[in-house]
Every structure is written in structure tokens, then in C-alpha cells.
């Protein structure tokens, strides 16, 4: 049964849920792993070639503030989620680290005032756990949203990683403290969801998933 609700998923999503790490001598991975275990586990699944053409030209840029624009609006979902259940202890370290890489990949009309920028997505997320705690709205998250959400990761993962020579103190302070605690809750979340799901009769699995 949880073969079956893990085959919903993509690759980079069960490979994360399930600890499958794929590409281990990644220099991001062993870079990572001693003190950012789950963030290593994300950079175990890089695809080699992700990192190989990881180079700053025009066209480079706009494609990666294409997926982290989609991973912070679908953090914002996987926060609207998060309120849904009543897990509200999550909320205000998402927010942060939401408003935190909106700055960190500035992009859009606002892209020279990340101020500007934590407060939009701010509003977004505030806006989405009201409707989720209202019951307005049913949120969730589809494989493909939940994909976007690792591949924004990997792109801050990688770009800020590559800014130390090891993963010491500053390293941690600059935000993969933060990355790596929140990460660990979406894994965490997704797990459960899962397990959960595996538990459920197949019917209304069905259901579900339609």
C-alpha cells in the first residue's frame, strides 16, 4: 500500500520521504552531511548535471527564479496545510524562512527591496493559513507541488553551500540552520501524510487521490 501512494510521488519526493540518497559522492553531500543531514539528503538527489551547468548567465537566472518562485508559493500551500491540522507550532519559522529566501533570490518589480519582497510573500502565507484555518479552502499539496518545494531548496542549497569552504557556525547562521529545521518538518509532515494515507482503505484512498 505504500509502494502504491509512494508511486504518486516523483522521483526527488520518495526519494526524500523514504532517506534514498542517490548520489552520494555529490560535493554538496559530503559538504552537508555531518551537520545538515536532511539538507545533505536533498543534495544527495541532485541530478549531477544540475550542478554541472550550475553557472551565472541570463538565462541561468531566470530559470532559477522561475523554481524558486514556485517552491515559495508552494511552501505557502504546504503552510496552508500545516494550519489545516492544527500543527501551528511550524507556522512562524515557515514564514520566516519564506520571506527569507523570497529575499535571498530577489526577482520581479521589488527585486532591489527585499523588504518589499518579505512583506508580499509575508501577506501570501498570512492570507493562505486564514483560509486554511477558516476551513475556506481544502489545502494540500500534489506531487508536483511538493516537487517544486525540493527543487527551490536544492537551488538555495547549493548557492549558499557554495559560499563556504566547510559548514561551520556562519555557514549555519547564514540560513542553512534554518533551511535544515524546516526541511526536516516537511519531510516529517510528509512521512506522516503517507502513512497515514497507507492506513487508509483502498477506496476512499482513491478518492482521495482523484
Not at 103 to 116: E, L, T
Not at 118 to 147: C, I, M
Not at 165 to 189: F, K, P
Request: charged content about 25%; proline content about 5%; hydrophobic content about 35%.
Amino acid at each position: 500500500m505504500t509502494k502504491m501512494i509512494l508511486g504518486e510521488e516523483k522521483g526527488r519526493v520518495q526519494c526524500f520521504i523514504t532517506d534514498k540518497k542517490r548520489h552520494v559522492f555529490s560535493p554538496v553531500f559530503k559538504k552537508l552531511k555531518n551537520q545538515c543531514p536532511t539538507l545533505a539528503l536533498i543534495a544527495s538527489n541532485i541530478p549531477p548535471e544540475k550542478l554541472k551547468k550550475w553557472e551565472i548567465t541570463e538565462t541561468y537566472y531566470h530559470k532559477r527564479f522561475g523554481e524558486v518562485k514556485r517552491c515559495l508559493n508552494s511552501l505557502i500551500d504546504h503552510g496552508a496545510f500545516l494550519a489545516s491540522q492544527g500543527k501551528e507550532d511550524q507556522l512562524p519559522a515557515l514564514r520566516d524562512f519564506i520571506c527569507s529566501l523570497a529575499s535571498f533570490w530577489p526577482d520581479g518589480p521589488d527585486a532591489d527591496d527585499p523588504i518589499k519582497l518579505e512583506e508580499h510573500y509575508g501577506a501570501l502565507f498570512d492570507r493562505a493559513v486564514s483560509a486554511a484555518r477558516n476551513g475556506e479552502e481544502l489545502p494540500g499539496l500534489s506531487p508536483t507541488g511538493k516537487e517544486n518545494i525540493l527543487i527551490g531548496l536544492e537551488n538555495y542549497i547549493i548557492d549558499l553551500a557554495g559560499q563556504f569552504t566547510e559548514i561551520n557556525q556562519e555557514a549555519l547562521d547564514s540560513g542553512l540552520r534554518a533551511c535544515e529545521s524546516i526541511a526536516a518538518g516537511i519531510r516529517e509532515t510528509w512521512y506522516e501524510l503517507c502513512m497515514d494515507m497507507a492506513e487508509m482503505p483502498v477506496q476512499q484512498i482513491g478518492q482521495t487521490l482523484g
